[in-house]
């Protein structure tokens, strides 16, 4: 009998001891990037609110202890948004006095940091500087906003450096590397992965192991004011000195930041700048290819297990293009019910052509094309997965599903015979939807070549759905009694006629 028990008490433990290195081998991380991780905040995980207003944000990264979880001062009004940064929540600081929130490390880091923060500042002018990030007591490494740049720097004792451009109301990555402990020499910080001019020397005082998020006060009336005002989504702060692929790693978490909340990289300088790295390191968007024409407002969805990325549903800024597990766009990320196979994405980015015909020819012939809008995709996918839709929003209406073609190539030249087309005319209703001016792409799997490229854009085959004129000045005045409607469009192609409706109430028109 005694022996059983001993037994029973070795297996136990034997179990447990694996659960636990397999937790601390396979935990997940920003980008995959777990050694130097000092703390991870994101506001999908680890929120405790009542109502919208947040009480406490933990840190998510394991291997910190923690005495005091980041909670919030007083009575600070910091609020949890669902559905803000593409389709993810996000928190909100008002950037009123003292309202913030604070933690305790069980242990202060002495090394070098590496910060990063997804936010989106108030387009509002501050006068003051705004903590975004800041390590206790006052002085020490952080983030904060600079109002004579409108834009995010590297903090330091008596003084701040290396803002960042005009950043006000654009959401964003920002990330603030140091070289040293004790200086800002050398440190500098990026927008979205565009670095700034180094730093010069100011001097950086020694932790203590209190962090202030959204804040930068540490007890000192005096700077009570400096609270963020804006949105803040997820927060990351390493040893610098312990990531053992450096620029690569810092690569690899800039990419999930990116894919997670809708940001597009910047490629300034060329090379792999605004490339888009899985947590494996393998390339799922490539910025310099085709002399990176197509790097322009990329989105992604995909999963990756090594940072936890499951995203089923992501969209430009602007809302006008769209690209989800389907068969329906849900209210948030976390209400889509589709699935994506592990290690597989999606990844779009565009040439910046006009969403709209300005007579472009670079069709196929044969096919009886009226026009075709400026804008086209490029799209890369990774793995194999399904029930990818992609909506775009034209400035046309009546839209007829009927006389849509979309045209898919291989090389981006939509005339060289490299080019397929889809149309619902043909019998293929799959293909495309209309609702309103959205149409919406159903075939977007079945259509691309999975470790490649292709692009698509859009067609029509009638002047029954004419695509969009640019259309320039327009005023409207009264001659007596006659109301006189003037307007000049600055392009149009095969265009018929105007049709003008008026309205008494602003909702019945004729």
């Known amino acids: 009998m005694k022996t059983q028990t001993l037994k029973l008490a070795i297996q136990t433990f034997f179990v447990s001891f694996i659960f636990l290195v397999s937790n601390a081998l396979y935990g997940q991380s920003p980008g995959g990037v777990s050694s130097g991780l000092y703390l991870w905040t994101k506001a999908d995980a680890g929120v405790t609110a009542t109502g919208s207003q947040v009480s406490q944000w933990a840190n998510q990264a394991i291997t910190t202890t923690m005495t005091t979880q980041a909670s919030r001062t007083a009575s600070a009004n910091v609020t949890l948004e669902n559905n803000t940064f593409n389709y993810n929540p996000t928190l909100v600081f008002d950037g009123v006095s003292n309202q913030m929130l604070q933690g305790q490390f069980a242990s202060p880091s002495s090394n070098p940091a590496l910060i990063f923060a997804v936010v989106q500042h108030s387009s509002t002018t501050e006068n003051s500087l705004g903590g975004v990030y800041s390590l206790g007591g006052e002085g020490a490494s952080g983030i904060v906003y600079d109002p004579n740049a409108n834009g995010y720097s590297v903090d330091a004792a008596g003084g701040n450096c290396s803002p960042t451009s005009d950043v006000r109301g654009t959401p964003g990555i920002i990330r603030v590397d140091y070289n040293s402990a004790s200086t800002t020499a050398g440190a500098f910080s990026a927008f979205n992965g565009k670095e700034s001019g180094a730093c010069g020397g100011l001097s950086l005082n020694a932790p203590d192991g209190s962090f202030q998020i959204g804040g930068r006060t540490w007890g000192n009336t005096s700077l009570n004011s400096r ?233 029509s085959t009638s002047s029954n759905t004419p695509l969009p004129i640019e259309l320039g000045d327009l005023t409207a005045f009264f001659n007596g009694d006659q109301l006189m409607v003037d307007w000049k469009t600055i392009s149009e192609t095969n265009n018929d006629h105007f049709i003008i409706e008026a309205s008494k109430d602003g909702k019945l028109f004729l």
Request: hydrophobic letters at 35%.
């Open 227 to 459: 609270i963020h005002a804006g949105r803040l989504a997820e927060v990351a702060h390493y040893d610098i000195n312990s990531l053992p692929n450096g620029a690569v790693d810092v690569k690899k978490i800039e990419s999930y930041l990116a894919i997670k909340y809708g940001i597009t990289l910047d490629k300034s300088g060329g090379g792999s700048n605004g490339d888009y790295l899985s947590s494996d390191g393998n390339t799922i968007w490539d910025a310099s290819d085709d002399a990176g024409a197509y790097h322009n407002q990329v989105i992604g969805i995909g999963r990756d297990i090594g940072s936890g990325l499951n995203q089923k549903q992501s969209h430009q800024v602007d809302d006008k293009t769209r690209l989800y597990i389907g068969p329906t766009l849900a209210a948030s990320n976390d209400a889509n019910t589709g699935t994506i196979p592990l290690n597989n994405f999606v990844v779009i980015g565009n040439n910046g052509g006009q969403m709209k015909s300005t007579g472009s020819t670079e069709y196929p012939s044969g096919l009886n094309i009226f026009s075709r809008i400026d804008r086209e995709w490029k799209i890369t996918k990774s793995g194999t997965p399904a029930g990818v839709f992609m909506d775009i929003t034209l400035g046309a209406s009546p839209i007829n599903a009927a006389d849509l073609v979309l045209l898919v190539d291989d090389n981006g030249n939509f005339s060289d015979g490299g080019t397929t087309s889809f149309a619902n005319a043909t019998g293929l209703e799959d293909v495309m939807s209309v609702s309103g001016s959205t149409v919406t792409i159903k075939v977007i799997s079945t259509i691309t070549t999975a470790g490649g490229a292709n692009y698509i854009t859009l067609a």
